[in-house]
């Protein structure tokens, strides 16, 4: 089982950028890496969703156009590149492999003044 951990959140003002990372313990080339996200008292969402060895790519309706998921096949990386930020985005981010493995810790982000 291949463990990930996310990093790169952090505290942006509204209409910023930041890009999370999510690293692979080992190679995720035959892996489909969703990104998620959760706010206190309500449920995960999805948010998108990479197949890692052809770089298909999914994205939820509320991050389409603003997110977009990368992979890095030398660094086992899968990377969130997040634009034009907005307060309803504040959340812990998650990655996990779809359909397998278990949560991390996640990357707290925040969007404020």
């Known amino acids: 089982q291949v463990h990930l951990v996310e990093s790169g959140g952090g505290l942006v003002q509204p209409g910023g950028s930041l890009r999370l990372s999510c690293v692979a313990s080992?190679?995720?080339?035959?892996?489909?890496i969703g990104w998620f996200r959760q706010v206190p008292g309500k449920e995960r969402e999805g948010l998108s969703r990479?197949?890692?060895?052809?770089?298909?790519?999914y994205y939820a309706d509320s991050v389409k156009g603003r997110f977009f998921a990368s992979r890095d096949y030398a660094e086992n990386t899968v990377y969130l590149q997040m634009h034009n930020l907005q307060p309803e985005d504040t959340a812990t981010y998650y990655c996990?492999?779809?359909?397998?493995?278990?949560w991390g810790q996640g990357t707290q982000v925040t969007v404020s003044t």
């Open positions: 996990k492999q779809v359909g397998f493995g278990s």
């Open positions: 080992r190679s995720i080339l035959d892996y489909t």
């Open positions: 990479l197949s890692v060895s052809d770089g298909n790519t």
